[in-house]
């Protein structure tokens, strides 16, 4: 139960650092092209909330809530469903181990 509490608490974080992220890139767009005035820092404040938005949607991850695209698997039988399910996680496996590399290179450059 404790378990489940942090979750949710974790895909609320989540949620709530996508609704700010989202918010600052369209005032910044929407800055940039209509008064031609940028956001300051706002790369930087999107930056450390992704941070969150990453970890945080892993327990999504974790308990199979996230959206699936079934047009190709409906018809495919469950043991090739498994396959391609498999290959799905280890292809978002790589894709977190490619940003967490990322950030901590930036860590590293950053503690300089």
Do not use: K, N
Not at 31 to 43: C, E, H, P, S
């Amino acid at each position: 139960r404790a378990f489940d509490f942090l979750g949710r608490i974790l895909v609320a974080i989540s949620v709530i650092a996508l609704i700010i992220v989202t918010t600052m890139i369209c005032i910044s767009v929407t800055g940039r092209y209509l008064f031609t005035m940028a956001t300051r820092d706002d790369l930087v404040f999107s930056e450390f909330l992704l941070i969150f938005m990453v970890f945080a949607l892993a327990s999504v991850q974790a308990v199979r809530e996230h959206v699936f695209v079934s047009i190709f698997t409906e018809s495919v039988p469950s043991r090739h469903r498994f396959i391609l399910e498999t290959f799905g996680v280890y292809a978002g496996l790589f894709a977190f181990a490619i940003i967490a590399v990322a950030v901590f290179s930036d860590f590293l450059y950053a503690r300089d």
